[in-house]
Nanobody
């Protein structure tokens, strides 16, 4: 059974950094695209980034240059490194997986089949 478990969230001051982890089990991570989504209080879920099965990444404009997604297939883990955090990054962050079918990955939540339970990130003084 496919499962994704996020961790690494917490409270951080503006300008700080966090690294989120997404551990996959029940499927071969090297064949899957993994995306990060987030949902802030009172807002719709939005895409943050994705990394394809062949290590191609995409980022939404608001996090480009600040967030980096990496993958370690040997550890069945995908990471989201978040630097220069802003109050607007406060949200619950989810990772999601879909079988990799194309050269890159997509930032559309309806394309993803498996979801984690989320980890909360709060950026505040």
């Amino acid at each position: 059974q496919a499962r994704l478990v996020e961790s690494g969230g917490g409270l951080v001051q503006p300008g700080g950094s966090l690294r989120l982890s997404c551990v996959a089990s029940g499927f071969n991570l090297d064949q899957y695209d993994i995306a990060w989504f987030r949902q802030a209080p009172g807002k719709e879920r939005e895409a943050v980034s994705c990394i394809s099965h062949n290590f191609i990444t995409q980022y939404t404009d608001s996090v480009k240059g600040r967030f980096t997604s990496t993958k370690d297939n040997s550890k069945d883990t995908v990471y989201l490194r978040m630097n220069s955090l802003k109050a607007g990054d406060t949200a619950v962050y989810y990772c999601a997986a879909t079988l990799g079918r194309f050269v890159g990955c997509v930032l559309t939540d309806s394309d993803y089949d498996y979801w984690g339970q989320g980890t909360r990130v709060t950026v505040s003084t």
